[in-house]
């Protein structure tokens, strides 16, 4: 069993940046798939970036059009951490941010909700414009 913690959330301004953070237990993360979603009040929980073990030792970091270009997304696995700079914050990225995992090099579908087994519990970033 995984646990996920997220923190880093809070209230910025747009334009300002947060970095969020995702620790994670366990001694195999270094296997584990792990990706950043997002729900925005009365909207479905979306795909933010994601970062794919290969099976060996490449990862592989996707993000959703919406983010590109001002969210990274990385990870410590010495630390067993994934963390999402964001930058260029805009009000549209106010939304509650899940951190999730899922076990192996699952190369397709990094960014469907349904191939995660390991959710956290959510950190809010409110975006004020």
């Known amino acids: 069993q995984v646990q996920l913690v997220e923190s880093g959330g809070g209230l910025v301004q747009a334009g300002a940046s947060l970095r969020l953070s995702c620790a994670a237990s366990g001694r195999t993360f270094s296997r584990y798939g792990m990706g950043w979603f997002r729900q925005a009040p009365g909207k479905e929980r979306e795909f933010v970036a994601a970062?794919?073990?290969?099976?060996?030792?490449?990862?592989?970091?996707y993000y959703a059009d919406s983010v590109k270009g001002r969210f990274t997304i990385s990870r410590d696995n010495a630390r067993n951490t994934v963390a999402l700079q964001m930058n260029s914050l805009k009000p549209e990225d106010t939304a509650v941010y899940y951190c999730a995992g899922y076990l192996g090099p699952n190369s397709g579908s990094y960014y469907l909700q349904s191939e995660y087994d390991y959710w956290g519990q959510g950190t809010q970033v409110t975006v004020s414009s």
């Open positions: 970062i794919r073990w290969s099976g060996g030792t490449a990862y592989y970091a």
